[in-house]
C-alpha cells in the first residue's frame, strides 16, 4: 500500500489556494511594456498596462490582442497578490 506524504499535500492545497486567490495577478512583459489581464473575450485579450509591479498606470484604455499572438509572445514575469 502506498503512503501518502501528508505536507506535500499541504504545500500543493498552499500553492492552490495562492493562485486561486481572486486578489493574485499575473503580471506580463508583452512588446516592451508590462500588463495585467482584464478579461477575454472571444479569443481576444483585452490587457491593462501597469508598471513592472502590477500597479495599473493612470490610463482607461485597454490593450487587444488575439489570445494565440499573446500565448506565443507574452512572458510571465510575476505573480503578485494584491491587498485593499
Known sequence: MDTI???SVEHLKDQLDYLLDDTTEA???YHQRYYRI???R???I???ET???GVPL???DFYPVELETF???AQLVAIVTFTE
Open 51 to 53: 508598471n513592472c509591479s
Open 58 to 60: 493612470e490610463t482607461e
Open 38 to 40: 482584464h478579461s477575454i
Open 71 to 73: 500565448k506565443k509572445e
Open 27 to 29: 503580471i506580463f512583459f
Open 5 to 7: 506524504d501528508l505536507a
Open 46 to 48: 483585452y490587457l491593462k
Open 42 to 44: 472571444a479569443n481576444i
